[in-house]
């Protein structure tokens, strides 16, 4: 569909042009194989050095501390399993949030079933981490915090220099998920005591199917992947060349303009948010207003059902979400939302818009003629609804 209002960008992201152009020559002429010691494979090699270079300066890194990966979701499995493996002798209990991707919270319950002591600490309504609680959760076997830079489907940031200063004072590793943030925002591992942090190209106009992870230079952890000697012997696997030289691309364009796109984005997001709050009656903003990534706009709608909001504003040209696209198709209603409070039945009705700064104000209009239209349809069909009119429903969040 040509004419498509695309605000799913949590999800995924178009690639960027530029990005296309420069990963192109490594499928067909620059193709061989990086770890080739004749001419071919060391351009592969200089390339895949230069985009490792270009991402390590984005998060304040040194080159030598990033490993390519194959997305995020590798990334924090490899963090969280490699250091159980590396450090079991020291503890096996680790701590995370109740709001996080499900990348950490399944790679968690894995083990779990391992031996592994997992604590949950908990968020305000806003899904900011309840700094107190972590700081009780902490044992002398603790091992490993790993909480997410930003989240996926409310966008709240969490204090994360915070959290790693404390993880840090007590000698216990830090882990970040930061595939919402980077490109978004600035971040600066050093600062905030991170000692990995995991990040994927196609949620910044790069490719699907790479990205890293960081990891502090002196940190030993266990391989995730056994084969070869590739990523100085800790990521088995011929490197994903064209993707990296992608990844590179889009984090250097993401960079260049970054406080620019992250100013033109918020007033459309704050827009939009306004626009929705002053002329549709019954929903509610979830997350924190201000401690939030640029791009992200998430409501619940009281008295509709989120599947069918979606379904209906798909028929009208417009993608969204109703929260993490890895979770597309579960019956369940949004772990994050629960986890900030609110009840099964308006959690339900939650919806995810998250922008670029190729979306317009035109097109914030047209969502909210569409979401107006929809919401009264879907509402008039609710029997809820209908006994709130009638004033024997007034179980309401304002």
């Given amino acids: 569909m040509s004419n498509i209002i695309y605000m799913d960008n949590a999800a995924t992201t178009k690639a960027a042009p530029e990005v296309l152009k420069e990963m192109l020559p490594y499928f067909s002429e620059n193709y061989g194989n990086p770890n080739s010691i004749y001419g071919l494979g060391q351009k592969s090699q200089k390339a895949m050095m230069e985009a490792r270079e270009i991402i390590a300066g984005a998060i304040k890194a040194e080159k030598s501390e990033i490993y390519f990966t194959a997305g995020g979701t590798e990334a924090d499995n490899w963090a969280i399993k490699g250091v159980c493996e590396a450090y079991a002798d020291k503890g096996k209990h680790i701590i995370t949030s109740t709001i996080e991707h499900h990348a950490v919270l399944h790679t968690c319950e894995y083990l779990a079933g ?58 216990i590793l830090f882990h970040t ?63 994903n060349v064209p993707g990296v030289v992608g990844f590179g691309t889009a984090v250097k364009l993401a960079l260049a303009n970054m406080s620019d796109k992250a100013e033109k984005i918020t007033g459309l997001r704050d827009y939009l948010i306004e626009k929705i709050r002053v002329e549709i009656p019954y929903c509610r903003l979830n997350g924190d ?85 929809i919401i009264t349809k879907l509402r008039s069909m609710s029997p809820l609804y209908e006994d709130f009119i009638k004033g024997e429903n007034t179980c309401i969040q304002k």
């Fill in 114 to 171: 391992k031996g592994y002591q997992i604590s949950y600490v908990g968020v305000d309504e806003n899904g900011l981490i309840l700094m107190d609680e972590l700081k009780k959760a902490i044992r002398p076997d603790t091992i490993l915090i790993s909480v997410c830079f930003a989240n996926n489907e409310i966008g709240t940031i969490q204090p994360i220099r915070e959290i790693g200063e404390l993880a840090s004072s007590k000698g």
């Fill in 177 to 239: 998920d930061a595939v919402q943030a980077l490109g978004k925002i600035s971040i600066d591992v050093k600062e905030c005591h991170i000692d990995m942090l995991s990040a994927s190209a196609h949620k910044l106009n790069g490719p699907k199917g790479v990205g890293c992870l960081y990891i502090r230079a002196g940190l030993k952890i266990g391989s995730f992947i056994h084969g070869g000697a590739q990523e100085r012997k800790l990521r088995a696997g011929t490197g």
């Fill in 289 to 373: 207003y201000k401690k939030r990534l640029p791009n992200n706009i998430n409501f619940s709608f009281q008295f509709v059902e989120g599947e069918a909001l979606l379904i209906m504003l798909d028929m009208k040209g417009i993608a969204a979400s109703s929260g993490s696209a890895c979770s597309s198709g579960s019956a369940d209603p949004s772990h994050v939302l629960l986890a900030i409070g609110l009840p099964h039945e308006i959690a339900y009705g939650s919806l995810r818009l998250s922008l670029s700064e190729e979306n317009t104000f035109a097109e914030a209009d047209m969502v909210v003629t569409a979401l107006k239209e």
